[in-house]
């Protein structure tokens, strides 16, 4: 008998102030879209209306169009990011991409997500171990790389 238990599906959580905001940034970063709302509902506004007043956009959550990769969901919480995240999303945007061709590539996604309210922090050179990427946050602070 095989004791490796079965891979299961997985969401990433955020914790976050304004959980619909982070969530359609993120949609724009990852080609994710928003999934479609609760049976009875028209529209997702339809259904923040229904809950009572203090659970009224308190989440809300995006899919991968092509069901490959994981649901991102996003909670209201009260207290604001105050240290470094211990987890964060590599976006692979550079795979298979080295040296000035990988750099471009990096640097143009870079742009068009602070275009979005995304923040840079630095670029991390190549280095005997690793290919460059830029670190980078989200329009609440929270890290993750362009890879």
């Known amino acids: ?7 299961k599906q997985f969401q990433v ?16 970063v990852l080609g994710y879209v928003v999934p479609p ?6 529209t997702w506004d339809e259904f923040n209306s229904s809950l009572p007043p203090e659970d009224q956009g308190s989440a809300f959550a995006c899919i991968d169009p092509s069901g490959v990769g994981p649901r991102l969901f996003f909670q209201r919480v009260p207290e604001g990011k105050t240290v470094k995240n211990r987890l964060h999303l590599d976006v692979r945007v550079g795979t ?7 750099l471009a590539t990096l640097e143009a996604e870079c742009a068009r997500l602070v275009a979005l309210g995304a923040t840079r922090v630095r670029l991390l050179p190549a280095d005997d171990d690793n290919e460059s990427c830029i670190v980078m946050q989200d329009i609440e602070g929270n890290e993750f790389c362009l890879g």
Do not use: H, I, Y
């Open 1 to 7: 008998m095989n004791s490796m238990a079965s891979v």
């Open 13 to 28: 959580t955020f914790d976050c102030a304004e959980p619909e905001r982070v969530a359609r940034f993120w949609c724009e």
């Open 37 to 42: 709302p609760p049976d009875g509902f028209a």
């Open 96 to 102: 298979g991409l080295v040296g000035e061709q990988r």
